[in-house]
T-cell receptor
Framework: DAGITQSPRHKVTETGTPVTLRCHQT?????MYWYRQDPGHGLRLIHY???????DKGEVSDGYSVSRSKTEDFLLTLESATSSQTSVYFC?????????????????FGSGTRLTVV | AQSVTQLGSHVSVSEGALVLLRCNYS??????LFWYVQYPNQGLQLLLK??????LVKGINGFEAEFKKSETSFHLTKPSAHMSDAAEYFC???????????FGKGTLLTVNP
């Protein structure tokens, strides 16, 4: 979607190597989220951010870390990639101040990053 | 914790038949509810959302969903399936702190000619 981009779009990496995925937004939204999508599991929240340098864990955070040093960028790092982290990763943004009520605005999702760990 | 259950991981219908995809949420206080669609190798597209303004919500592509508090349900329907409706559908809920979305596991809709 316009205003949110994920990079890279595809990546193949080897087990044990570090990997960083980037989510970049131009909407100045406060909230940013990282989800992973796996068959039979839907989308599950990995980490999220509610402001610069403010982050918290989601339901599947083990093996992942995040950083947000500026509003527009939210980085997801796999410190030592494993085959179980092969997945499609989606970034999403939202901001309660953008809608009245907020839900009228809702969420915007990126196009996803397909990561394969071999 | 909020949870979303989609009954049926795979639903198959004939073209022109009624589409019914089921979603139940677990919460004594209704959350915001969404339906998203994902076509093969694509991202998520919002179909519709429930915001408490109306219990019957109309979305894009002829889909609609009815919120039933007594049943904690938000089922998605379409009167007549089209081949182009073949996709995976996700129900999601958001409530409480930090506006996190909780997704169901998805339902793959197949439309047969």
């Amino acid at each position: 979607d316009a205003g949110i981009t994920q990079s890279p779009r595809h990546k193949v990496t080897e087990t044990g190597t570090p990997v960083t995925l980037r989510c970049h937004q131009t909407e100045n939204h406060r909230y940013m989220y990282w989800y992973r999508q796996d068959p039979g599991h839907g989308l599950r929240l990995i980490h999220y951010s509610y402001g610069v340098k403010d982050t918290d864990k989601g339901e599947v955070s083990d093996g992942y870390s995040v950083s947000r040093s500026k509003t527009e960028d939210f980085l997801l790092t796999l410190e030592s990639a494993t085959s179980s982290q092969t997945s499609v990763y989606f970034c999403a943004i939202s901001d309660p101040s953008k809608g009245t009520p907020w839900i009228d605005y809702g969420y915007t999702f990126g196009s996803g990053t397909r990561l394969t760990v071999v | 914790a909020q949870s979303v259950t989609q009954l049926g991981s795979h639903v198959s219908v004939s073209e022109g038949a009624l589409v019914l995809l089921r979603c139940n949420y677990s919460s004594s206080v209704p959350p915001y509810l969404f339906w998203y669609v994902q076509y093969p190798n694509q991202g998520l597209q919002l179909l519709l959302k429930y915001t408490s303004a109306a219990t019957l919500v109309k979305g894009i592509n002829g889909f609609e969903a009815e919120f039933k508090k007594s049943e904690t349900s938000f089922h998605l329907t379409k009167p007549s399936a089209h081949m182009s409706d073949a996709a995976e559908y996700f129900c999601a809920a958001s409530r409480g702190s930090n506006y996190k979305l909780t997704f169901g596991k998805g339902t793959l809709l197949t439309v047969n000619p």
